[in-house]
């Protein structure tokens, strides 16, 4: 499956070089780690978010958002938000600081 480079794009440029941020080709697209651990991605046309799971409910009560589910088993503490719902440079680094604040939380790998 092809991923949006042009969204792809934008969440290179908003993590900027910070060197705790690294890239990863999975699930069809590109993952974007911070310290090892999974934070955000792009998959298809939207962006997937690691929120986890104490604030997967309230994030999926924000516009445009889903629950991960690439093979019929949903990713507890991911969500998806479309494209169209980050459009805007401010929607895509709420979503991008809340994926990479939850990564920070967890141990280095």
Known sequence: MAYDEGLAERVRERLGTDPAVTEKRMFGGVAFLYDGNMAVGVTGDDLMVRVGLDVTDTALDRP???VFDMTGRPMRGW???DGAAVAEDDALGAWLDEGRAFAASLPPK
């Open 64 to 66: 445009g958002t889903r």
């Open 79 to 81: 969500i998806v938000v």
